[in-house]
T-cell receptor
């Protein structure tokens, strides 16, 4: 049973526009959520996270929103840049554990 | 500072063989986690070691094992390889305190089982 789901395998947006990547989870015990970015032939790199006690966290052009009642989070990138093109993984953890449960990723393509 | 280093980067084995993968964490990091990435299942947690002790374990068969040394370097071993073990194996390190989200991943070891 997949506890973290990213239902869109791919997303294509124009440079300068907003990218919205979505993630749903089923385990109500998750209390920390993260987004990782992965380029081909490289390991994932941490991008932004949010604790379950918050509903929004911003880091420059990247903002993560958490809707606990809907068990849904989203990553907004605005404005999108071609260098943002990568696979984005949503991940969740429970109780501060290093054990992360990952979604299957969304491939973002930002077109110049 | 140097990142997470995984060796070997690529390897080919045949069914029934065993394989050992190595991971050197970032200096000062005491936690090392291992993940398997496949096209069908995505990234799946194998296990985590902290101060030479396995602290968390995923849902993988006993053929998958690991250990951590006193210098925090870690190895994972897969015995009696199956075709389905073909995957990218990623190691990640962290300080090991309450999760801040920052797992630092290596570039992975790509295993092909023929």
């Amino acid at each position: 049973d997949q506890q973290v789901k990213q239902n869109s395998p791919s997303l294509s947006v124009q440079e300068g526009r907003i990218s919205i990547l979505n993630c749903d989870y089923t385990n109500s015990m998750f209390d920390y959520f993260l987004w990782y970015k992965k380029y081909p032939a490289e390991g994932p790199t941490f991008r932004i996270s949010i604790s379950s006690i918050k509903d929004k966290n911003e880091d420059g052009r990247f903002t993560v929103f958490l809707n606990k009642s809907a068990k849904h989070l989203s990553l907004h990138i605005v404005p999108s840049q071609p260098g943002d093109s990568a696979v984005y993984f949503c991940a969740a953890s429970e109780g501060g554990s290093e054990k992360l449960v990952f979604g299957k990723g969304t491939k973002l393509t930002v077109n110049p | 500072k140097a990142g997470v280093t995984q060796t070997p980067r690529y390897l080919i084995k045949t069914r029934g063989q065993q394989v050992t993968l190595s991971c050197s964490p970032i200096s000062g990091h005491r936690s090392v986690s291992w993940y398997q990435q496949t096209p069908g299942q995505g990234l799946q947690f194998l296990f985590e070691y902290f101060s030479e002790t396995q602290r968390n374990k995923g849902n993988f068969p006993g053929r998958f094992s690991g250990r951590q040394f006193s210098n925090s370097r870690s190895e994972m071993n897969v015995s009696t390889l199956e075709l389905g073990d073909s995957a990218l194996y990623l190691c990640a390190s962290s300080l090991g305190r309450a999760n801040t989200g920052e797992l630092f991943f290596g570039e992975g070891s790509r295993l092909t089982v023929l």
